[in-house]
RNA sequence: AGCCCGAUGUUGUAGUCUGGAUGCAAUCCACUCUGAUAAGGUGGCAGCAAAGGUUCGAAUCCUUUUCGGGCUACCA
């Protein structure tokens, strides 16, 4: 007969294999069809809500490893809050708007479009784009309500955006002001700082002599009876000639020491600050002739100065005295070629660190040249055009480019003779952040979210939003640091833009005056009415006459557009505030109404902020209750991706070889507070935690593919020892990774301890030690039936722990086991496994089993060293254990040999434990393969062991412990 | 330029606050099984970025350095 016919060996429908990238599609495809979102909705409809809101992704360009990142964390955590027993709807959204897409615009129908075609076809592209990531984020297995998302440019939305700006201005937040405000000259725009960067740019660096009106009466100061004919120059240095025509003034530091110098090339007196004339004359070499030595001599042009510090300062021809720059405030000097007289002011900015000591400030171009030249009550007037060039009205260079201009104005500065030096420097210059191209700081008039203008309720946007940093829990820890240090410096909010394609600000403003229309707020609602049926055309397309019960006949329109950051930082009201899905039955007053915002750390100065300020600015307090924040995604070596590195990994590629769930799980193994690390290698290594994974569901699936939980399973209280603590485990396994990490969002841990489950206590010991039971014995006997209850409450409680991270592959098996290939892990919540008397005890106690079972393994393996034995069946211990260790050993009484997977085990009690292996002299039963003395016994089965004689022909062996 | 963070075998990670033989998993090698088979079991190899300091003792504390990542600001 052949016996292994009579082993329970069974099969499963789950290959081993995951062939996801193939088979991923196509279980999408069934999950579109089953409407699986919409069918969770209902599942959770009644339960407490938990609200991760969108940051949306710009709608423009491929996914990047970066979104998929960002994605897939965002789903992972809908998912485990999902199965937890919260109702946690997600909702995507795309931010559309803005600069980027005109841009494309631009490019593919050049400038000349109508501006409502323009704006038309930037929606159209804006659609185009969303169509496209959508697909590849559905693709990643992200779940969500993708036949509705939200975009910044839905007409509901644009009007939403334009009720917030109103409450904003109805609180008292929102100011009109002259600022010097980042322009760059190709968006033709104002930027707000996140679209800064900095980089390395070369710029002309020239040192420009300004011309004392009153040249006797400055040489005086210093004790110094001038010549007649000469005169008293002030030397400024600038990177940016181009800002000279907007000169104002020049700027002395009150306590720099300025010093007096004589030219023996151009016969003139300086004033320099004193410790920089050496740095000075290096790169011009104004003052010190060459071979010069003094000799005790002083030529006729030198008498007139009293020289005293000449030796001292190395041959350079100094006035002994020094003056303060204090000293020197309110002299008047000459423009270098306009007709204008400039006076000498003081400013903290000005340093003795380098350039001359003497700042050329022009208050029209300069943050710092802004602030002093209103303190001076300075001409702030900006002669640059949103071109980039000079107005018709600037006298020599009208209708010039700036930067071209620079070289205009060392011309003219060489024929007046007032250019002293000219060099190229290479430094770290604002660039636009789109265009990589310098940018220019411009005064202009400008919309402002003031941080430090006390609102309605008395209390500055600054104040509130430090004080909702507090309120709000950061994971990691630092982001608090990070977004208080981001608020606690950043400058007032410039939200006016000068463009097409962006949410309009709706005000009206006096012709003469420019003030806002005294019931602007009303007219602001009257506005959003319309933009919500007929989208931010109605304000463009508006007529006054359009609006007649306002009395508007003094007032124009507002042209400016809103920060597209105002966009996104409003969605918690325009899309959170309005879609019923997404908001809570019982949220208290002053209750953030999101749960969690989840970005990248780069969100700190973009999305983060700009929500936590419109929330404080509108509701008073922060938009959300939770920040967690994520690295970026570097290669093997830690470096950042780049075209030039040639390191970039490119999401669809990942799925389109290893599948999205191996993606997935290497975001979740991935410690992503720091930079996330991904190579082709790393990725191998992640297939590799996967194939166990899968494998290990693939046993538990196959061993009970013969078992039904409601006619098959066994009462916890007659379920064998070894099987309750089993479940002991898998309980307490759970309950570490649903109640601490999965709500700590430490999915790396949690990835570990899963792995390790699956290879060290599932692979390595509990269903190695069970195969024997499940295969040999009777197939519907108590002891195996014992087992497989015990398989089937591991299976469904690690399916569920798994399916957030796994999400395909955990519904996949999940089908296998419930026998039904509609159902979802999502369906339901977390499996409840039995609870099991003593768990405590037995895990103690099988704990030690355990430890003791490597000592006997270590015995094994010498003897298989040795080629005594092969199989460990072939063993037989023979077990001398101590006082401590006898009672454990032989509680689990006979069942022990199962335990450690030997044919025999004898025990007895010693002082001293030891273990011997001998060999098995017995004959090999050809059904179970253990050594025992009783094959034959039953003639009708003579080639096997009693025991297995019991499982096919009797009522089948009986188990208690192991 | 300043500030912050990080660096643990080939890979992913734990341990760092609070000093005490580094640990887990994967890879690799060897053995073994052939009833999880492009599997399973057992064993083994190998690591605290570098230097210095404090200490009986340092992955951990201090200093310096290197590399990587990020942020802020701006040199007029």
């Given amino acids: 007969m052949d016996y292994k016919n009579t082993v329970n060996l069974q099969d499963t429908t789950f290959p081993m294999r995951g062939d996801l990238a193939k088979r991923e599609p196509q279980m999408l495809d069934k999950w579109t069809k089953q409407q699986r979102y919409q069918k969770i909705r209902e ?71 109508e501006p409502r075609d323009f704006r038309n076809k930037c929606r159209e592209y804006a659609n185009e784009q969303i169509e496209q990531q959508k697909a590849d ?13 939200y975009k910044t440019m839905d007409f509901k939305t644009e009007a939403g955006i334009v009720r917030s700006l109103g409450e904003i201005y109805k609180n008292g937040y929102l100011f009109s002001g002259v600022k010097p405000v980042y322009w760059c000259i190709d968006c033709g725009s104002a930027l707000a700082e996140a679209e800064v960067e900095y980089y390395d740019k070369q710029s002309p660096a020239i040192d420009v002599a300004f011309k004392a009106v009153d040249s006797q009466e400055v040489a005086k100061k210093f004790d110094v009876d001038l010549p007649s004919g000469k005169s008293v120059f002030a030397i400024i240095w600038t990177t940016t000639p181009w800002t000279l025509p907007a000169n104002q003034a020049i700027c002395a530091g009150s306590e720099i020491e300025y010093a007096l110098i004589y030219s023996p090339h151009t016969k003139d007196y300086y004033i320099v600050a004193a410790n920089l004339i050496e740095s000075l004359d290096t790169r011009s070499g104004l003052f010190k002739p060459d071979g010069f030595v003094f000799n005790g001599q002083l030529s006729t042009e030198e008498v007139a100065i009293t020289w005293r510090g000449v030796a001292k300062l190395n041959g350079y021809r100094v006035a002994e005295k020094t003056l303060l720059g204090a000293e020197l405030e309110h002299i008047k000097f000459e423009h270098p070629f306009y007709n204008r007289q400039v006076p000498m002011i003081l400013g903290e900015h000005a340093t003795d660190d380098a350039g001359t000591g003497l700042v050329h400030t022009a208050p029209a171009h300069g943050m710092d040249d802004y602030l002093v030249g209103v303190k001076y009550g300075l001409d702030l007037h900006n002669p640059v055009g949103n071109d980039g060039c000079y107005i018709s009205t600037t006298e020599i260079f009208a209708g010039m480019n700036v930067f071209k201009a620079n070289d205009k104005v060392v011309e003219i500065l060489t024929e007046c003779q007032r250019l002293m030096n000219k060099t190229d420097i290479t430094h770290s210059y604002p660039c636009c952040w789109r265009h990589k191209s310098k940018i220019i700081f411009r005064t202009t008039g400008q919309w ?78 009257a506005v959003a009415k319309k933009i919500e049926v007929e989208g931010i055309d109605a304000w463009f397309e508006l007529k006054s006459e359009q609006l007649p019960e306002f009395n508007l006949t003094d ?33 208290q007053a002053n209750e953030p109404a999101v749960d969690l915002y989840l970005e990248g750390s780069d969100q700190h100065r973009g999305w983060f902020q700009s929500s936590m300020l419109t929330g404080c600015a509108v509701t008073g307090h922060a938009p959300y209750k939770q920040l967690l924040t994520h690295g970026f995604v570097v290669d093997g070596n830690g470096r950042k991706m780049s075209k030039s590195l040639g390191n970039i990994v490119v999401p669809q590629e990942v799925m389109d070889k290893y599948g999205a769930d191996m993606l997935r799980l290497w975001v979740a193994a991935t410690d992503y507070s720091g930079e996330l690390s991904i190579s082709d290698e790393i990725l191998k290594r992640v297939s590799e935690s996967y194939r166990r994974i899968r494998n290990t569901i693939r046993f538990l699936l196959a061993n009970l593919n013969d078992f039904n939980i409601n006619k098959d399973a066994v009462a916890f209280d007659k379920m064998i020892e070894l099987d309750r603590y089993a479940i002991a485990y898998a309980d307490k396994l759970q309950a570490k990774i649903v109640n601490e990490l999965y709500p700590s969002y430490q999915f790396h841990l949690l990835i570990q301890e899963l792995v390790s489950y699956c290879s060290e206590e599932l692979g390595g010991f509990y269903l190695d030690v069970l195969k024997d039971r499940l295969y040999t014995s009777k197939a519907d006997g108590h002891a195996r039936r014992s087992a497989q209850t015990a398989l089937y409450h591991i299976t469904k409680s690690l399916l569920g722990i798994l399916s957030p991270i ?40 099988w704990t030690k089993l355990q430890e003791f079972r490597s000592t006997v393994l270590k015995e094994l393996e010498a003897k298989r060293t040795e080629g005594l034995i092969g199989a460990s069946l072939q063993a037989e211990l023979v077990i001398h254990a101590n006082k401590d260790l006898y009672p454990l050993l032989s509680s689990v009484g006979k069942d022990l040999k199962f335990a450690y997977m030997v044919s025999k085990v004898t025990l007895d009690q010693v002082d001293t434990s030891s273990v011997t292996v001998n060999v098995s002299k017995e004959a090999k039963c050809e059904r179970c393969w253990h050594y025992s003395d009783d094959i034959g016994t039953n003639q009708e089965h003579a080639t096997i062991c009693g025991r297995c004689v019991e499982n096919i022909a009797g009522n089948g062996e009986t188990r208690t412990f192991a």
């Fill in 137 to 149: 984020f559905i693709r990643l297995g992200v779940l969500g309500d993708w036949n509705n998302p």
């Fill in 555 to 587: 007032y124009v329109k507002l042209k400016d557009t809103l920060d597209v950051w105002f966009d996104s930082g409003t969605t918690h009201l325009t899309v959170v505030g309005t879609r019923p899905e997404l908001q809570k039955a019982n949220l």
């Fill in 806 to 845: 796994l999400a395909f592959t955990a519904d996949e098996a999940w089908e296998v086991l419930m026998h039904d290939a509609n159902d979802s892990t999502l369906f339901h919540t977390h499996h409840k496994l039995p609870e099991i008397d003593n768990s405590d005890e037995l895990l103690n106690k």
């Fill in 448 to 525: 402002f979210i003031g941080m430090d203008k006390a609102g309605s309720d008395g209390k500055t946007l600054r104040e509130q939003a430090n004080k909702a940093v507090d309120d709000t829990k950061f994971f990691p820890a630092w982001g608090r640091a990070r977004l208080e240090s981001m608020i606690g410096n950043r400058p007032d909010w410039c939200v006016s833009r000068q463009r097409n394609w962006g949410v309009p600000m709706t005000f009206f403003v006096h012709k003469e005056t420019g003030e806002l229309h005294p019931e602007s707020y009303v007219i602001l609602e």
């Fill in 43 to 113: 599942i959770c409809a009644g339960r407490d809500k938990f609200i991760l809101h969108d940051g949306p992704p710009y709608a423009n360009g491929k996914l990047h490893i970066g979104h998929a990142t960002n994605k897939i964390l965002k789903d992972i955590i809908i998912r485990s809050k999902t199965i937890e027993g919260y109702d946690a709807p997600y909702v995507p959204g795309w931010d559309c708007h803005g600069l980027p897409i005109e841009l494309n615009i631009e490019k593919q129908f050049g400038k000349n479009l």
